[in-house]
């Protein structure tokens, strides 16, 4: 059984205690969320005229890079877009960047003019190019659906996992065990007696416990195999929420497309003999129910 017990959550940010899965499960699911969970990023860019010092495709470059606000309950889905199960128009959103200086300005993100007024950059003070007086900048731009695995522009996010540390006191502090409570500030205290209280493991990540460990001999430290302190951070082209359950839909979608595709081979006896019976390989590709339950973390 798989549990999940939020720790942190803010609109761009989670923090969860994930326990019962093994690491390449785990890992698969921050490989998903890092490279697979889509965003909208311009894509084309149609230069009509641009006499900015920058050029055109150094132009094209800093466009594509801006955080765009990407609702995916108004979008197809990714797999559709990719297949071209759906009209392409549908996948994008036009913009438009008509500029021309007559004293010296700066073109920022909120310059970018939107067919969808809900689609729209990020952080609308991100610095395009400066113009002085006489230059201009006319231009037409695609935001388009994609993944980051094809390119950094559609990254989603940040996600990164390590071991919930177990830390036991086996003996009084010594003088060593002062640094402690500067590496995990409030994590632990050191009563005048030698004794040591840990009050909230969580206040200190794994490899700071690992490091007081080294020069505090009074406590050991080890790890659960199974149970992590998994965190999520969105770059804001949507809400963490919605980040992760995309990132859980695309992953209980790569599992149920891997039985498909074992199911067609066995079905066929193609399957070499003497490696994975019928009732192996369904054990094998087993996916979590949890990994299907849209409200799959609980908060504190």
Known sequence: MVLVKVIEK??????AVVDGITPPLINALRRVFISDVPVLAIDEVIILDNTSVLYDEVLAHRLSMIPIKTDLKKLPKIEECEQELVDPSLCQVRFELNVEAKEPVVVYGRDLKS?????????EDVPIVKLVPGQKIVLEAYAKLGRARNHAKWQAGLAAYYYYPKVSVVDKANDKCMACTEICNGALEIKDDGSIMIHDVLKCTFNKWKTCEQV??????????????????SFGNMPVEDMVREGF???KGKFQELVSELELELSRGQAPSGELTTEETEKATQVPEEFGEEESFTEE
Do not use: G, Q, T
Request: hydrophobic share 40%; aromatic share 16%; with cysteine.
């Open 249 to 251: 839909r695309i992953l």
């Open 216 to 233: 505090c001999s009074a406590l050991k430290v080890d790890w659960d195999e199974n149970k992590y302190v998994f965190w999520v951070e």
């Open 10 to 15: 803010s609109d761009l940010y989670m923090k």
């Open 115 to 123: 067919d969808d007024p809900e689609v729209r950059p990020v952080y």
